[in-house]
């Protein structure tokens, strides 16, 4: 059974700091595409960020050079830093993990606000 659980969301001033985890069991983040996905109320959702197994990532324009997507194969953990965050990064943060099918965590709030 894959399960992908999220953590390290909150509330942050803008100009944080946060980094987020997704602890993954019944799959290992080594071999599956792992990917960033948020959701703001009223929109749709959208895909942050994602890592082959290769290792090529790929950002959407909007964070390029804020946030940073890795993963630790020991601790079958995927990551997403995310730095000088905007009030517009407030959102539900999903992992995503994609061998053929694709496997979701149950989200965290993420929120960036004064």
């Known amino acids: 059974q894959v399960q992908l659980v999220e953590s390290g969301g909150g509330l942050v001033q803008p100009g944080g700091s946060l980094r987020l985890s997704c602890a993954a069991s019944?799959?290992?983040?080594?071999?599956?595409?792992m990917g960033w996905y948020r959701q703001a109320p009223g929109l749709e959702r959208e895909l942050v960020a994602i890592?082959?197994?290769?290792?090529?990532?790929n950002y959407a324009d909007s964070v390029k050079g804020r946030f940073t997507i890795s993963r630790d194969n020991f601790r079958n953990t995927a990551y997403l830093q995310m730095n000088n965050l905007k009030p517009e990064d407030t959102a539900v943060y999903y992992c995503?993990?994609?061998?053929?099918?694709?496997?979701w965590g149950q989200g965290t709030q993420v929120t960036v606000a004064s």
């Open positions: 995503n993990g994609e061998l053929g099918r694709k496997f």
């Open positions: 019944g799959l290992s983040v080594r071999f599956y595409t």
């Open positions: 890592r082959t197994t290769g290792g090529d990532t």
